[in-house]
C-alpha cells in the first residue's frame, strides 16, 4: 500500500462514482 499512495484518493473518488453507476444500471426504476 505505501508503494501506492494515489491509491487512496482514487478510491475516494472512484467508488462512489463506480456504485452510483452500479446502482444507475442495475435499479433503473429509482431513478426514473
Not at 5 to 23: K, N, Q, Y
Amino acid at each position: 500500500m505505501e508503494n501506492y499512495p494515489w491509491l487512496l484518493p482514487a478510491w475516494l473518488i472512484g467508488a462512489p462514482f463506480v456504485l452510483g453507476l452500479v446502482d444507475y444500471f442495475t435499479l433503473p426504476r429509482a431513478y426514473k
